[in-house]
């Protein structure tokens, strides 16, 4: 289980939010394109579900939204809390379960997740609050990873099969983002669109702040899909392939999808 799973429990929660701070700039591409595809204005109650250490909290504020944020983890509630105070913005924060939102239904007029639902034990569940709380005509906007569409390129076919089947696999929804369209129909929404961000890696070192091939190769010795002896000499596979120019693998890193 990831520990952003349940982040208070965790025995090195401010590691997950400097975790975040990282991830912002990282993810700066799909974060500004599901920003693109809610369409809010001035003066829009907006509820950021999950909404971690704030940075879009903030955003939508200085927006000019009127912003509300969620988050199951205290940690991470007053991490957004100093991040909104210390720009002098107004802080509407809560601490609560995605799937029983502390708010009356229609007073929202968008909601956004990102990077939450992969987290969470049932995302039907938090989907379907997250259209009570909407207005009529309200807009959702999700963006999810696909980790289970990772590929790797290797003539060691059988043993790169076995080490890509293990990314993620330590995340509660591993293959939320192929799932969104039939959540979000389930959930009651219609008007949906959906867009796919394929990631391309062409070295070891640029994989590894995202995906670290030895962990996921050492889930797949514990499993007994691999020997250490395989693993070793996938991983070499792989050094030399980066070394020499010839490293290939890719990841629908993000699944971005609106709906009303």
């Known amino acids: 289980m ?3 799973s ?3 429990a965790s025995p090195r929660p401010q590691e997950l939010v400097d975790y975040l701070d990282h991830a ?3 993810l700066h591409a799909p974060k500004l394109r599901l920003q693109q595809g809610l369409p809010i204005r001035p003066g829009h109650r907006v509820l950021d579900l999950g909404c971690g250490s704030g940075h879009e909290l903030a955003r ?3 927006d000019g939204a009127v912003a509300f944020g969620i988050d199951s983890s205290a940690v991470m509630l007053q991490a957004s809390h100093s991040r909104l105070t ?12 995605g799937a029983r939102l502390p708010f009356r239904a229609g007073v929202f007029d968008a909601c956004r997740i990102e990077r939450v639902l992969q987290h969470v034990a049932d995302p039907a569940a938090v989907l379907a609050e997250a259209r009570r709380v909407l207005r009529p005509g309200g807009v959702l906007g999700v963006c999810e990873p696909d980790w289970s569409s990772f590929t790797l390129a290797s003539s060691l076919r059988e043993a790169a099969a076995a080490v890509s089947a293990q990314v993620g ?16 129909v389930g959930a009651g929404f219609g008007a949906i669109r959906v867009e796919v961000e394929l990631a391309v890696y062409t070295g070891l070192d640029e994989l590894d702040l995202i995906i670290s091939l030895r962990r996921a190769a050492e889930r ?7 020997t250490e002896h395989q693993a070793e000499a996938l991983l070499a596979e792989q050094r030399a392939l980066s070394d020499g120019g010839g490293f290939h693998a890719t990841l629908n890193r993000s699944v971005l999808a609106w709906a009303r």
């Open 2 to 4: 990831s520990a952003f």
């Open 220 to 226: 797949a010795c514990a499993a007994g899909s691999l």
């Open 60 to 62: 939508l504020e200085e």
């Open 24 to 26: 912002h700039t990282g």
């Open 6 to 8: 349940d982040v208070d």
């Open 169 to 184: 696999a330590q995340i509660a929804q591993r293959d939320i983002g192929r799932q969104l369209r039939r959540l979000l």
């Open 86 to 97: 210390d720009d002098d913005l107004p802080a509407r924060l809560a601490q609560a379960d």
